[in-house]
């Protein structure tokens, strides 16, 4: 695992970047990417309809069947603009769509709801990717713009409605269908973190070195910032279930409830995850200040039967004239005997005190 | 007890399985079981019912008498779409039903009521087997779901229906004996969760090893398990409590206001154990902290007393020609009565800071 | 005080005892006590009143006057529910009534209230004793059901009665005495707590081994017991404050307010409690890891100074054939200071250091 | 600072006196003082007012003008008796003026208002000073009893209406005046407090002995009786700010705002000040764990240099007859100058894992 | 980074300066400034508007157009009293703008609002500046008092105001302006707050000394007094968002749900670096215990091997007339074999034990 310090995070909001600007400013406030913007429309509906272009997309506003604007990568501001003027989208929500760094939430502008997620993905490396999603949904339109291409989130969703099994449904439905692919996607991370937690858990009595706590850091910091991704969409999705915009079909409500589930669902997880990491780096310590008292009991144990003894054969190597002990026959083993049975006596004391 | 990481929990919920599929969509989830489904079909009432089969559920739904299905292993989603679909239970329900990382939760689908909950028992070896639950209530019927036979909460239901006790009641209150057999099943579990407590607490005095936080480690981690499998059924049974739905006789309110009485002393039983179990670690670490300043100070006391002394001994152990204290005859007393006058002194000391 | 596991606490709620019967039959599930159970019946009112016996209980359902029913002792099913039928009380309330894990609650039963409650009393050998309430108040009558006798908390309720100082009041007002009675006692409890905190916190400084960390945690344990017992009833107070019920007089309004202020302060006093016995723990915590340091000083300063000046004696004892020091007239005195000063040197560097 | 255990509290609520009584008896639960009570009535109004006398109060209650009482002294329950019936007191309130362990309230009694408040001051040598007030407020007359004599927050009061500055002010003003002053008084306790904690955030780097865990805890314990006395008067005034009792004049409310207001800075500081004192001990314990490695590894260096070439030297002084060695002309130079390269070795090794 | 103690922190409320005074007497509670006092007016509408002076100012009360004054320095009690008589702003407003340690807020007066909010500024020597803001908003005016001069927050509101941006604007948007500068103002201090925290889990796992939790305790003081700052904000700007006052417009809704969407996630950061910091404790403790471990590892293992060799060797070091070993001829080999297999055995038992 990666060094403390090392960023594994990708993507979760920079801050102080946007000071002092008017609100509502289009301004891309991410981190600056080169990539080509992708722009894929999709029209369906109960009839045939016709191709739609992005030139064309203000005849859409207002149906039939229902338009799909995706766009892949904010950092280019004209077509964010051109797109979200087409649509009659807020100057704020605009804004929001631009800004990575602003809050998942529904935000009700009259005519259309304006809803910001976080996809979140977790890389090979043990990266964890935060991508900014903004959905502008109108009634027979729904505008997604997303951060960077990549995110196999909506490939699903452009599956159902290419096969078909949408096409009777509102715009509602999409949105859903959407946010339910991307807290599905927090569950596969959070397996992914949950393995992790498994792993640490199966290696916490074995572990000695730094590494051991630095692994507990890391992962606690980008469950940290899973859980904090997550929370505001939980307040979000409630104000879907809620329900009262027009725009909301009642018939949707089980689906909204449903999405509210998975989203508490997974925020328990985290909590879950959280309080287990927490609890093995409790574990860590207490094994670490158990083997130092052990390493301890060894040294004092050494150094107490030896130390005393060593004295005493010192002072029978001192080279004074008048020692008569030295001259004695049996002095040598009289010493030897004498120590062996301290030796025995200290060692009784060391089992009773269950140091050895 | 079992070392840290292996696996004590058996069907907690299991995350990212079910990614970028249709809302509804029947797919069973959970780790699959190849145990036969079981279906029993219990008609019972005020006179004699015909027996009723799996073909003919469809005429059941509506009366008379009180028909309750159960189907033991939700893998076969053939026959979890047959039944579900005869009741009318609406789809999502019957994902829930299939799907055993969904959360405890009370349903209101119009017609019908689906709940959602978690049965929890304690194996010999001390694993917790949390299994799931879907209950669909109609007028006139229930359905319930289990994810794998052995179940022995339903048993004593089914007695008391058989034995008569139940024929007057309605689906109502058959769904609170139901519930109310899986969280008397908690207090069994917490029972035991309780004896490991005290077991830990009698012995955190003497332990030494590392197994005592591994074991409180893994306690702690159960029982969390065990408390975020309660907690979303307090809230889910508060709804019953509040009763709105047609279904719920207000007659069975003060039922459900005991319910809902258990579960929160379930609950406040779980914060009960978990707060003794962090204080248990505590005190473990305030013990080994204690024992760990108690050998180093007899380490301390022995080698403050010895070292200096094989210090002295060493100088006089020195072969210099010139050492005049060599041959002075009193030399040799001189210098031990020296020491010993130190070893006093020092003694003294290390009883007055209480050392010894 | 007594070693960690043993048991302090009496009468806490027993779990997992009733798994799997009816809800509403009556059974005890405290612990069996084979003391006879007492009954005493009261009746007050403006004007004299004829004795009333168990036998003749129901007539005193409706007046005139005040009938106070209490039992001592609920392991005997058959007078419980013989009582509990005779006035009409609820066959749930009746269950709780024998039920020593019921929560605290107050439940409306239309024509009755039944109120469960804990009393608290603090052994004299430091066992917090936990005893089970049950009160079943109607517009003319209170029936008292107490786990065991020996409670003095009637006792001066009784009093009051006999000395005719609530012969006016109706139920409500008796039920309030009641509780303020049991409310009181929480203090007395938390008097004893608190004298033992002082002890705690005065010892600190001077505790050595492991009975402090294992007094603190007896205490915490004890002190949580205390407080799970008292939580709930700040709920079920505030219903009474709230007042709906036709039994509940406007005018004992303040008194309600009062009592639950009461309850406010003792919650109070048991989060003061726990908050000085966290902050003692840190405390001791912290006093073991500074003397450890302060002996880990000690030894260093020892080692340091006389391991590598027993090195230097130990050269000059090597019995080589040329080693010319050996011969040298200054040999000894030199070697002897240049110790002394290196000896100097480093107590200067000690010092500087602030280990001594 | 002073030791732990030393009592740094006076005033705070005493548990456990007054089990078993009626409530609304007057019984006076603080700790007896003997100072005689002083009775101070002020009459103040548009025109000139006669001189009230204790006796005559009875005729003050329903103006002109306004009387104020001030008891000093609460112990003599006769005057307070006195005094609370010439005002209509409710018996309860008078058993809150008398009871200096009844929590901060607002207490609506139909035509008068009586609130309890607690007035903190810090004596010279750090003890808290928790003072008890009682006041019953009517149309025209307020009542304040108060623990004991000195506490100085009615001075500035009695002052402005003395200056005439109140003169035209209802009874409302002049309770926010009292309060008011008594919250000032909690921040001149806050910033002695904040100036402990500035003293030792300083000294956490040096602090060595015991002495500073035991200066923390005595300032968190300090801290946290400030905190409770101030917690539930944030309630209190939030009634006043409500504002529903006809005795409160709307145009008083932004006052009471402004009061709530300093309540919540208050209880804010409070936080502030036991975050950093819970950071500052955090702090603390890390740098004894500091210290305590560095001084192992001085330790560590100077044995693991020195006990082996004592070993060495201890080999050269053994007296066998054949030593080959012994008898080499180089002997002695070789055996000191392997010694050399080793510890030279050692030094490097130590000085690569960063030891020295 | 600066020593622990070192003032970092600029501005934060200061107690107990108050005591006894009027409410709503004007007096300037902050650190005097000596700089003096800069009042700017700025008016602007749809059509040319005089130039206002101070003592034009009651005029510009009912517009037409747009009155923005601007008062640094607040210590000059004569001009803040001017002003706002000028515009008749509540005394008591008056004094929140004089006292710095007023907390965020927004008060109701009637015919205007008064907001108090805190500027917040990162030095370049990492001192944290808070300066306090007052805020009184009319139909037709707009008031601000700031502490000092030098806060840049304002600049580009007035730069946006003079470019004509804002000139169709009421005062509710320029309000929103000023606030919105704020809120910008705390992400780039979270900034370098976030900057700070990358450097400490950076350095952790290298870090030795005390600077390092010195270090974290500096942050986290620092940033708890930002929470501090922000936190009552945000239920300021939330009576903005319910928006019931005529002052507000019902279109400026969007804008301030978005401010308040600013401020939660200014809050949100708070707690993830918080969260972050204490994470990062616990692995620098974690990370000290271990090294501690292994040092005491090193220290064992060399006292192991070498104590009792020395111990031996000292043995025939003995002078004893009658040690037969001494004459044998293989005596030394012997003793130096023995020895070789001793301590290769240890070394076999310290692998085994993993303490190499």
């Known amino acids: 695992m990666a060094e403390a310090g090392t960023p594994l995070i990708r993507g979760a909001a920079a801050a102080g970047q946007k000071a002092g600007l008017d609100p509502g400013a289009p301004v891309y406030t991410g981190q600056h990417v080169d990539d080509p913007v992708h722009v894929t429309i999709l029209r369906y509906g109960d009839e045939a309809l016709p191709e739609a272009s992005v030139s064309s997309l203000e005849a859409c506003k207002s149906g039939p069947g229902v338009t799909w604007v995706n766009v892949d990568g904010v950092h280019d501001i004209d077509i964010v603009k051109r797109i979200g003027d087409a649509f009659g989208i807020h100057a704020l929500a605009q804004e929001d769509a631009l800004n990575p760094s602003s809050r998942p939430k529904v935000e009700d502008h009259g005519d259309h709801l304006f809803v910001v997620a976080k996809q979140a993905r977790m890389m ?21 713009f997303q951060e960077r291409e990549g995110g196999d989130v909506l490939e699903p969703v452009r599956a159902r409605v290419k096969a078909g099994r949408m096409r009777m449904m509102a715009t509602d439905f999409l949105l859903h269908a ?161 120590m062996l049975i301290t030796v025995i006596g200290m060692l009784a004391w060391f089992r009773r005190r269950n140091w050895m």
Chains 1, 2, 3, 4, 5 share one sequence.
């Open 124 to 144: 090979d490396d043990g990266t964890l990717d935060i991508e900014h999603f903004g959905i502008g949904v109108g009634a027979s339109w729904l505008v997604s």
């Open 178 to 338: 959407i946010l339910d692919g991307i807290v599905d996607g927090y569950f596969v991370v959070l397996a992914r973190f949950e393995e992790e937690v498994d792993a640490l858990e199966a290696s916490v009595l074995e572990a000695t070195g730094a590494e051991f706590p630095s692994d507990v850091h890391q992962l606690r910091v980008r469950l940290g910032v899973l859980r904090r991704t997550i929370w505001p969409l939980r307040e979000a999705v409630g104000t879907l279930v809620a329900g009262m915009h027009p725009l909301l079909d009642k018939k949707t409500r089980p689906y909204w409830r449903d999405l509210q589930d998975h989203v508490l669902h997974a925020l328990e997880l985290c909590d879950s995850l959280r309080d287990r990491l927490g609890s093995t780096l409790d574990l860590h310590l207490a094994v670490v200040s158990n083997r130092t008292n052990q390493v301890m009991r060894v040294l004092t144990v050494m150094a107490s039967l030896f130390i005393p003894m060593t004295f005493v054969v010192g002072v029978y190597g001192m080279n004074f004239d008048y020692m008569p002990e030295l001259r004695w026959r049996y002095g040598y083993p009289a010493v030897m005997g004498t």
